[in-house]
């Protein structure tokens, strides 16, 4: 089953196993390209992602111990899966109890992979914002160290669009400024390269123009987008 011939209720709920981190292998790999190529479906996961962004933010990192998934499973009297077993079972919809599942495993345990991509990966992101109708989809080759981005939607403004990259620390580096529409295509300084990874996202802010990345931005971010690896 594809994003696209699926019922509003799966795409939603599809939609919200990404924003969760619970699809893995072929299956979230299709939803990925479905979310760079499907306007309507990358604002249902950056929905999901608004949702439920302050609850990961109010729950701090504990890694689980090795008798946590016996123990829930105890308590609810059902046998729960492994964290790696979390998937869009053969390909079809997740079921609403299923996503609620996952939604409460992701409340009590976050572990955020902060390794850089591998050369045999590529990150992806898109984002979005307060702009109506601004779109950046964002494609990171990590053997070329290339940045790829393509913009729609950028309105006409006497400030320059600057990139960052925002990693787990929270502080933004400059990553340049870009194009205002097309493409951009920027080799990502060594320094940086290891910051773009899961626990990282990458941030539009409207800057002064100027020939050199800023040290740190001056005006709130515009956009933002999740970083996702391929």
Same mark, same amino acid.
């Given at each position: ?6 019922? !509003? *209720? ?10 969760? &981190? ?14 760079? =190529? ?25 890694? !689980? ?7 829930? =499973? ?31 495993? =992701? ?26 109708? /601004? ?19 950028? !309105? ?6 600057? /990139?960052?990259?925002?990693?787990? *620390? &929270?502080?933004?580096?400059?990553? &340049?400024?870009?194009?205002?529409? &097309? ?20 941030? /539009? ?11 740190? !931005? ?13």
């Amino acid at each position: 089953m594809t994003v696209t011939d699926q019922t !509003p *209720d799966d795409r939603t709920e599809m939609a919200g196993a990404l924003a969760l &981190g619970l699809l893995e292998g072929p299956v979230r790999a299709a939803a990925l390209r479905q979310m760079l =190529a499907d306007r309507d479906f990358a604002a249902e996961v950056e929905r999901w992602r608004t949702r439920t962004g302050d609850l990961f933010d109010a729950v701090p990192e504990v890694p !689980p111990p090795a008798t946590a998934w016996d123990g829930i =499973a105890a308590r609810i009297g059902a046998s729960l899966p492994t964290p790696a077993a979390l998937r869009w079972w053969q390909g079809g919809a997740i079921g609403g109890g299923a996503l609620a599942a996952g939604l409460a495993v =992701a409340l009590v345990w976050q572990r955020p992979d902060t390794a850089p991509v591998q050369p045999s990966s590529f990150a992806v992101a898109q984002l979005t914002g307060e702009i109506a109708g /601004l779109r950046i989809a964002a494609r990171y080759e990590p053997a070329s160290a290339t940045l790829r981005l393509r913009t729609t939607g950028m !309105p006409d403004t006497p400030t320059s669009p600057e /990139l960052w990259i925002v990693p787990a *620390d &929270g502080v933004p580096r400059s990553l &340049g400024q870009i194009a205002r529409a &097309g493409e951009t295509v920027i080799i990502v300084a060594e320094g940086h390269r290891s910051l773009i990874n899961p626990a990282a996202s990458f941030a /539009l802010s409207m800057e002064p123009r100027a020939p050199v990345p800023h040290s740190k !931005p001056s005006a709130p971010m515009v956009a933002r987008g999740a970083i996702d690896i391929l």
